[in-house]
C-alpha cells in the first residue's frame, strides 16, 4: 500500500482519557499492521503501533479531519500478529488502554529515535543478523526424577506444573528444555522468567555459561535505556535465542517463540503493582497457548492457583503436574524444630537453642542464616510517658527507625527526618524503639557472639542483606559472593536471602518472628508465609558433602498451628489441601474470580463516594442483566492514606470470569462518566485491579 491508506495506531494517552482507544490516521507509505510510526497527538509527536490497515476512512470520521502519520519505522520487522494479540488480551482483560500496554512493553529508548537515528542503531547490529546453531555444552548427569520429567515435557504440549522441592534440580531441567527446544528448530526461542531482579544475574550467568554470551539477553528494570534497546532488538530479530527477564519480559517481542519457563511460579512479585496491574505469570500461560509454546510452571511451594489448575483432568484440571520430590544426590532437607517462645524469657529475641545451634555451626567452619521480614532497626519508636509514637504526617502509618544514620523513615512515601532528642509531643528524654528489624537483629547477634570464636581463633563475621545494603548498584552482587566465598558465618535478612539462591555451606535456617502473618486479615497470607518458610529452609543442606544434618528452627508462639505441622513434615500438598477446604468454604479464589475498584482523593469521604455512585450504577446493571456478581460497600484501604491521598477500595466477586468482565467494562464507562461531574473533582486517580494479590 503506497497512497491514502488509513491506519488504527495504539499510542499511550493519559489514564483513563477520552482517548484511550485506538487512534485513526492516513498515512501516505508503505505501512503494515505491526509496524511502529511517529504519530502528532496534540502539539506532540509520539512513538505508536499500527493495529490495523484500513483502504477506507472510517465512516464516523471525514478524511480531510484526520491527520498524517509523521513517519514509519520500517527499519524495524512489523510487530506480529500474536504479540499484537497478547497485548489487546492484556489490556482488555486488565481494564486498561491497549496503548497504555503497549507503549510501556515497547523499550522507552525507542521513544526518542527516529527513522534515520533507528536505522544506523539497526545497522550497528547487522553482523550478528543471523542466528546461527546452537552449541550447547553438555550438563551434569540427570536424576531418574529429572530425565522423567523431561521424557513428561516432551510428549505433551500446553501447560506444565514443575512441583521440585529445593534442590531438587529444577533449574537443570529448565535448562535442558530450553536446549531441546532450540535443538529442535534452528530459529527457535525460549522465555525464562525469574520473580526479582536479584536472581536474574547468577541465573544469567548459568545460561550463558551453558549457552554462550551471543544467544541471551536480559530484560529488567534494571538496564539502562540503551541495554534494554539492545537486548528488544536482538530478541525481535530472534538474534537472541533466549530471553531471561523478570515480569516485564513477558511482552517481550520474540517471532519465534517454542517455550516459556516461569520459575518461582507463586512469587507475588510477577503481579504488576502500578499502571496495568498484569500478571505476568498468566499472560505466559495465554502467550503459550497463542504462538503454541510449552509452558512450564516452576516452583517448590507452587501457588493455590497453579496447585488447583494441575488437579487430575477428571476433576476439571487444565494443567499436566510434575513431581520432582527428591534432592540432589545424597542431600537431605534440613530438619524443622520449633523452638516455643513462651517458654521463652519476656522480650527474648534468639532464644537460647538458637543461640546454641549459632554457636555450634560457627565452630564446624558452616554458615547460618536469619530470616526477619522486616527491615530497619525498628518498626516504631515511641514515648512511654505521653504515648508518642512516630507517626508519619502523610500517610497512615508509621515511621521506622533506622539506627545506622539516625533517621524515621516512612516506607510508603519515603519522607524521612532525624531522629528527634527528645519527645516531639511532651519534651522526654526517653523515647524508645518499640518491635525488631534486620538491623537490631544484626546488632543482637554480634552482642551474643562476641565471645564465640572460629576454628581460627578469629570472630564471629556477620552480614546482613535488605534492601538497606544493597542500595547502591553491584552491592547486593558483592554480598553474595563473599557468602558463597565463605567469607560470612551468619547471614540476616529480610526475604531477599530466602529464595533462589544456592549457598552450599549454610546448614542452619531461622525463622526469627514468622507469626506476624499467621492471624492477618489478608487470605493469602498464610500462603504466602508457608511459601517463604518453605524456601528459606531450601536453603539449608545442599551440600552433601558437609558431615553434620541441617536444620531449621522456628521461633513462634504457636507451634501446634498446622502451618508449621506441614512446614515439619515439608508437606507442601498436606498445606494445600487444607487452604484449598479453606478457601472452598468461603467461597475465595481460586473457587472465585475478584476485582477491586479503588478510588484515590485527598478526603476518605470523596473517595467512598465516588465508589458508591459506581456501584449503584453497576447495581441497576446487575439487576437488569441477571448477572451472578456481587458487589461489596466501599471501604477504606488497610492502609488508608499514602503520600496525603486516601484511598478506599470496593470489591467483585463472581464464580463467572466473563460476568465478572463484562461488569468491570460497565464499570469504566460509568467512571468515566462520574470523573466529569462537579461532585467528583476531588478524585486523584482511580483503578481496576484484577485478581488482586492483596485486599
Avoid at 506480529?80 to 488502554?97: D, H, I, M, P
Avoid at 522423567?148 to 504440549?157: E, I, K, N, P, Y
Avoid at 533462589?500 to 492471624?519: E, I, K, S
Wanted: charged share 20%; aromatic share 4%; hydrophobic share 40%.
Amino acid at each position: 500500500m503506497t497512497t491514502d491508506c488509513w491506519v488504527d495506531v495504539a499510542v499511550q494517552t493519559p489514564a483513563h482519557s477520552a482517548v484511550g482507544g485506538l487512534l485513526t490516521y492516513r498515512c501516505v507509505q508503505t505501512v503494515q499492521a505491526g509496524h511502529l510510526v511517529r504519530v502528532p497527538l496534540g502539539r506532540k509527536q509520539l512513538l505508536g503501533v499500527v493495529w490495523s490497515v484500513n483502504k477506507q476512512p472510517p465512516q464516523a470520521l471525514k478524511a480531510d479531519a484526520v491527520r498524517d502519520v509523521l513517519e514509519v519505522l520500517d527499519a524495524v520487522v512489523p510487530l506480529s500478529t500474536n504479540w499484537r494479540q497478547l497485548v489487546e488480551f492484556g489490556a482488555r482483560y486488565y481494564q486498561r488502554a491497549i496503548g497504555e500496554v503497549a507503549l510501556t512493553a515497547l523499550p522507552p529508548a525507542l521513544r526518542a529515535l527516529d527513522r534515520t537515528a533507528l536505522a544506523r542503531r539497526l545497522r550497528r547490529h547487522a553482523a550478528d543478523a543471523t542466528p546461527g546453531p546452537l552449541q550447547a555444552l553438555a550438563g551434569p548427569a540427570l536424576t531418574p526424577e529429572q530425565a522423567q520429567v523431561l521424557q513428561a515435557l516432551g510428549q505433551h504440549s500446553g501447560v506444565h506444573l514443575l512441583f521440585g522441592n529445593t534442590g531438587s534440580g529444577k533449574t537443570e531441567v529448565y535448562l535442558r528444555a530450553v536446549a531441546d527446544r532450540l535443538a529442535a528448530d534452528p530459529l527457535a526461542q525460549a522465555l525464562v522468567m525469574v520473580p526479582e531482579i536479584n536472581l536474574t544475574p547468577q541465573l544469567e550467568a548459568r545460561v550463558r555459561e551453558r549457552f554462550g554470551h551471543e544467544a541471551v539477553v536480559s530484560m529488567h528494570s534494571g538496564l539502562t535505556p540503551a541495554q534494554r534497546l539492545r537486548c528488544w532488538l536482538a530478541a525481535h530479530a530472534g538474534q537472541a535465542r533466549i530471553v531471561l527477564g523478570t515480569r516485564m519480559a513477558v511482552f517481550a517481542s520474540l517471532p519465534r517463540l517454542r517455550l516459556i519457563v516461569v520459575d518461582e511460579e507463586h512469587d507475588p512479585s510477577y503481579k504488576q503493582q502500578e499502571g496495568a496491574r498484569y500478571s505476568a505469570r498468566d499472560l505466559a500461560v495465554y502467550r503459550g497457548r497463542l504462538d503454541g509454546a510449552l509452558v512450564l510452571l516452576g516452583s517448590a511451594t507452587p501457588s493455590l492457583e497453579s496447585w488447583y489448575l494441575s488437579r487430575p483432568a477428571s476433576e476439571g484440571g487444565r494443567y499436566h503436574r510434575l513431581h520432582m520430590p527428591s534432592r540432589i544426590g545424597a542431600a537431605r532437607l534440613p530438619t524443622v524444630r520449633r523452638v516455643d517462645m513462651n517458654h521463652q524469657p519476656r522480650r527474648t529475641l534468639l532464644s537460647a537453642p538458637v543461640l546454641q545451634a549459632l554457636q555450634e555451626r560457627v565452630s564446624r567452619g558452616e554458615q547460618s542464616m536469619l530470616l526477619l521480614n522486616r527491615r530497619g532497626y525498628a518498626p516504631v519508636l515511641h514515648c512511654g510517658d505521653c504515648g508518642w509514637k512516630s507517626e508519619c504526617r502523610h500517610c497512615s502509618a508509621f515511621r521506622v527507625f533506622h539506627k545506622t544514620d539516625r533517621t524515621l523513615r516512612c516506607h510508603h512515601c519515603g519522607a524521612t527526618e532525624r531522629v528527634p532528642q527528645v519527645c516531639p509531643s511532651c519534651g522526654n528524654a526517653d523515647i524508645a524503639p518499640l518491635g525488631r528489624g534486620t538491623e537490631q537483629l544484626e546488632e543482637h547477634l554480634g552482642e551474643l557472639l562476641a565471645g564465640v570464636r572460629r576454628a581460627d581463633g578469629t570472630g564471629v563475621r556477620i552480614a546482613r542483606i535488605d534492601a538497606d545494603t544493597t542500595r547502591l548498584k553491584g552491592s547486593l552482587e558483592t554480598q553474595l559472593a563473599q557468602v558463597h566465598a565463605g567469607e560470612v558465618d551468619v547471614l540476616v535478612g529480610t526475604q531477599m536471602i530466602a529464595k533462589g539462591h544456592d549457598f552450599r555451606r549454610v546448614t542452619l535456617v531461622v525463622a526469627v518472628n514468622p507469626d506476624t502473618a499467621l492471624f492477618s486479615s489478608d487470605f493469602r497470607a498464610a500462603e504466602r508465609l508457608f511459601a517463604l518458610l518453605m524456601q528459606a529452609a531450601g536453603r539449608a543442606g545442599r551440600d552433601a558433602a558437609l558431615a553434620h544434618p541441617s536444620e531449621m528452627l522456628v521461633q513462634t508462639f504457636h507451634p501446634s498451628h498446622p502451618l508449621f505441622e506441614a512446614l515439619k513434615r515439608h508437606d507442601y500438598p498436606s498445606f494445600a489441601q487444607h487452604a484449598l477446604s479453606e478457601r472452598a468454604l468461603a467461597q475465595l479464589p481460586p473457587l472465585m474470580h475478584q476485582a477491586l475498584l479503588r478510588a484515590d482523593a485527598r478526603s476518605q469521604e470523596v473517595a467512598q463516594t465516588f465508589l458508591r455512585e459506581v456501584q449503584a450504577c453497576l447495581n441497576v446493571t446487575d439487576d437488569s442483566e441477571g448477572s451472578s456478581v456481587q458487589i461489596y460497600p466501599p471501604v477504606p484501604m488497610s492502609l488508608q492514606r499514602v503520600a496525603n491521598v486516601e484511598r478506599a477500595q470496593m470489591l467483585l466477586e463472581s464464580t463467572s470470569r466473563s460476568a465478572l468482565q463484562q461488569m468491570l467494562a460497565g464499570a469504566q464507562t460509568h467512571m468515566l462518566a462520574l470523573r466529569q461531574q462537579p461532585a467528583h473533582r476531588g478524585i486523584v486517580r482511580w483503578l481496576v485491579d484484577v485478581d488482586p494479590q492483596t485486599i
